[in-house]
């Protein structure tokens, strides 16, 4: 099990008012329609999630790390669990021609208005109870997903993120904190977080799933 980093600099380009977050509007409403995963969340006003997540080809680089760091070729199975409007599977397709991709998410919209070149591979479904059969995939990926899940149903979901997949080839990055800005910072800006864990006690969490996978967090820095 290894920590590489993929995703921190993407998340690091992004310009967050994290006290302006948490004054203009009563968090835990604006929470709560979040954790809805509906157009208020995706495509909605800013507070209450992206703001409008559209493609902008910000993906393409992490595709191209990840393809290959992984040695993902052509006619190989992709499954990614969370994969939201499908931006990263998208990206993939054009990375490595040839390339199987499958797409799983809890949100019925994010399915719906996902990019249309890849939305006949996407299907509404739960990370803790993933409808696929052992080791049928050859990567596996989570990105900004599971820390949206209780321990328990995350424990769930990182043994079924093994299961599906062949040997170890995974990866998943969830959002975490170093020391105490950054953990206020969290606390100010999520939404729909509700594993609040330091690397160190994410890596308890990999190892009481038995989850031997990589991993990679983010941090609001």
Known sequence: MTQIDFI????????????????EA??????????RFDVDYWDGDRK???????????????????????GLKSGMRILDVGCGKGFLLYEFTQVVPGIEIVGLDISKYGI???????????????????????????FVVSLGTLHN?????????????????KESNNYV???SYRNEREKMNLL?????????????EWEWVFNLAQYQGDHGYIYFE
């Open 8 to 23: 921190q600099k993407v998340n690091a380009a992004t310009k967050r008012d994290y006290i302006g977050r948490v004054l």
């Open 48 to 70: 209450t999630g992206y703001g409008g997540y559209k493609y902008d080809g910000r993906w393409r680089p992490i595709a191209e790390e990840m393809a290959k760091h992984y």
């Open 26 to 35: 009563d968090k835990s409403e604006i929470a709560t329609i979040a954790k």
């Open 173 to 175: 990055m969830v959002e």
């Open 149 to 165: 899940l209780y321990l328990p149903d995350l424990v769930e979901a990182l043994k079924e993120i093994k299961r599906v997949s």
């Open 112 to 138: 719906e208005n996902s990019k249309e070149e890849v939305r006949a591979d996407l299907q509404v479904g739960d990370a803790k109870s993933l409808p696929f059969k052992d080791n049928s995939y050859d």
């Open 188 to 200: 100010y800006w999520q939404l729909t977080c509700e594993s609040f864990f330091t690397p160190h």
